[in-house]
């Protein structure tokens, strides 16, 4: 008996921790929708307020009116919506070679490829940035999408997947003929939904957040995307917080909407991938 009480009371507080925690990964969010809904005197009253007096919905409305957000969200999906594409394409093509196919220095130059994740992203910057120049991409869908058509993660991610598919599938398909890529058409991808799914939510969420590459490689407006788009109600002298958090609440929808649809998914593509090494 005392065993067992003593075994609820642990299960409880363990659960009262994790909902504890969880609650305060809540509280930015919360925060931002609260923010989002005060007046401009609301925002800057001291102490504080948790929640607005006069709750103001307008803001949202408002905050898409300010800047051309109609523009910044169609640039960002048509950004988005290829960067997710190409991940699919390239990654998965990459990673069914260094997982399946057999060609000389195959695991070397896997390690060498996957060693590149540990420099960091803003030193490749520049000299990303003065290809794009070289180019003529500046201020161009091409500017915005082409560095992420591929990531070193997303080869890593679909290679170990692709590792926990039993090998004698492939082998069935080739002696009824098929060619390798049929194999990887018809066998590997139809079994790899989980991890595919997992790669465009990444890729998605990479892709619609990214602020910095798109403020520095587009200098015209109707070329933004919707971070900057945030962005811009900040200012040298004056911020309008109201408004910047109701443009923040906006466009974090999409995201929550295709986390939503595509969790099951995920979950099983983040459980199942590197059970193999």
């Avoid at 504080?48 to 910044?72: C, H, V």
């Avoid at 009824?176 to 079994?191: C, Y």
């Amino acid at each position: 008996m005392e065993k067992s009480k003593l075994k609820k009371i642990t299960t409880a507080t363990v659960y009262t921790i994790v909902l504890l925690l969880a609650f305060s990964m809540l509280i930015p969010f919360l925060w931002m929708v609260s923010t989002a809904l005060m007046t401009e005197n609301e925002v800057y009253q001291f102490p504080p307020k948790l929640l607005p007096t006069n709750w103001k919905w307008e803001n949202f409305a408002e905050a898409m009116s300010l800047q051309p957000f109609g523009r910044f969200f169609l640039n960002t999906m048509i950004v988005a919506a290829v960067s997710v594409l190409g991940q699919l394409m390239f990654c998965s093509m990459a990673a069914y070679a260094f997982a399946r196919l057999r060609f000389a220095w195959r695991d070397k130059i896997f390690a060498l490829y996957l060693g590149t994740m540990m420099i960091p992203a803003i030193v490749t910057i520049i000299p990303t940035f003065l290809v794009i120049t070289t180019f003529g991409w500046i201020n161009t869908y091409w500017a915005l999408f082409t560095p992420t058509l591929s990531s070193v993660w997303g080869i890593f991610l679909l290679r170990q997947f692709f590792l926990t598919i039993p090998k004698e599938l492939e082998d069935a398909a080739r002696v009824d003929g098929a060619s390798e890529f049929t194999i990887f058409r018809k066998v590997i991808l139809p079994l790899s939904k989980p991890a595919l799914a997992t790669l465009a939510i990444f890729a998605f969420m990479g892709s619609w957040k990214d602020f910095l590459w798109p403020l520095i490689v587009t200098n015209r407006t109707d070329m933004r995307t919707v971070e900057v788009g945030i962005a811009n109600f900040s200012n040298l002298y004056n911020t309008d917080w109201s408004h910047q958090m109701a443009a923040a609440v906006v466009v974090m929808v999409p995201i929550v909407i295709v986390f939503s649809f595509a969790q099951k998914y995920f979950v099983k593509g983040i459980t199942m991938t590197g059970i193999k090494g």
